[in-house]
């Protein structure tokens, strides 16, 4: 009877272990393994998750999200999910969602001692999260659709009547077009904001599902120009599509977006999360972002030297914005969409 009752007891040690429920000391697999979501477009992210596997023998198991939904969708998992969590690390494609997480109480502090490569301007104060790799905002046209005096330098060029219905956006609710109008929402206030969209989307701008669409309408012919990010203008420019881009003139200079990384609060692989986050802010991960397709905008200290091919268009002139309010406004910001109309 007693071998009977000690044989249950480590079985339901097991089992526990399995389920990564609470009750026992060590919730791992015996070789280790770390969940994590991530809203990068899967090209990029996959390659460097891969390294970071090979390197430490922890096994990756990673949540991608489609293009349509990036960020929302997985952020709304974690919270669906708080109270059981089946996320280790958040490796987000912009900054505002993340710091609503935070805000809600669902990132766990880990102050990495790769976070030193960056300056305060790019991490949470209370080590929530820490940002890495960054986009810009900008314009990409086709340059035989668009003359080089026609040329797109401002917002306001998007609702000029010679070029209805030639520009495309992405749908505003997510990623990074979603922080870019929580950013123009700080620069301008509600009412500018209200006016630009109103303009654009009287003036017949395509609604495109996510920002690689909108570098594909205009590759292709289909859209004069549009705003989408530098990874994504990047990767037509290699592919030899008759585009460019030129960042444009929102006041203050370019819209520059992070990466970033947390840890969800009682992950269940909580070792592995910290091995995990140390090494995406490492200068290995932005250098091999930097020089790929993506050519991501290192921001680490070290890499400031770093040549990409936005440099002289950016030259570190961004337009600051406070994250903090950002997230805390968010839901204003989506009823200000939906209010003009940009849900339908």
Same mark, same amino acid.
């Given at each position: ?19 990564? @429920? ?27 998750? !891969? ?18 939904? !990036? ?14 969590? @089946? ?23 880990? @102050? ?10 790019? !991490? ?40 209805? %219905? ?19 929402? @700080? ?24 920002? %690689? ?7 292709? %012919? ?30 203050? %200079? ?91």
């Amino acid at each position: 009877m007693r071998t009977t009752v000690k044989l249950s007891a480590s079985l339901v040690c097991l089992i526990s272990l399995l389920f990564a @429920q609470p009750g026992c000391e060590e919730r791992a697999t015996p070789s280790g393994e770390v969940v994590v979501f991530t809203a990068l477009d899967r090209v990029y992210s996959e390659p460097i998750l !891969k390294r970071f596997e090979q390197q430490t023998g922890i096994r990756v198991l990673v949540k991608y999200d489609a293009e349509a939904a !990036k960020t929302t969708g997985l952020i709304n998992q974690i919270i669906a999910r708080r109270d059981d969590p @089946q996320c280790d690390v958040l490796w987000n494609n912009e900054v505002v969602q993340t710091q609503h997480l935070a805000g809600l109480g669902l990132l766990e502090p880990y @102050q990495s001692p790769s976070a030193s490569r960056f300056s305060p301007a790019f !991490k949470d104060p209370k080590h929530r999260w820490t940002g890495f790799a960054a986009r810009a905002r900008v314009f990409i046209y086709n340059t035989d659709l668009v003359a080089p005096d026609q040329v797109p330098t401002s917002l306001t060029d998007m609702a000029d009547p010679n070029w209805r %219905g030639r520009t495309a956006i992405a749908l505003p609710f997510f990623g990074t077009t979603f922080t870019h109008m929580s950013v123009l929402r @700080q620069t301008w206030g509600d009412d500018r904001l209200i006016q630009w969209l109103t303009s654009i989307k009287a003036n017949d701008v395509a609604i495109a599902p996510g920002n %690689g669409p909108v570098r594909d309408l205009v590759a292709s %012919g289909e859209i004069a120009f549009g705003l989408t990010d530098t990874d994504d203008a990047h990767g037509a420019m290699l592919d030899g599509k008759p585009v460019a881009v030129v960042v444009p003139d929102a006041d203050q %200079g370019a819209v520059l977006i992070p990466n970033t990384v947390a840890m969800i609060a009682g992950c269940p692989h909580p070792k592995q999360a910290k091995q995990l986050i140390d090494y995406l802010l490492s200068a290995e991960v932005e250098r091999a972002l930097a020089e790929a397709r993506s050519a991501q905008i290192p921001l680490g200290n070290d890499l400031a030297d770093l040549p990409t091919p936005w440099d002289k268009m950016i030259n570190r002139n961004t337009m600051p914005f406070d994250v903090e309010t950002a997230a805390d406004d968010r839901q204003s910001t989506v009823d200000l969409l939906r209010q003009v109309g940009f849900d339908h």
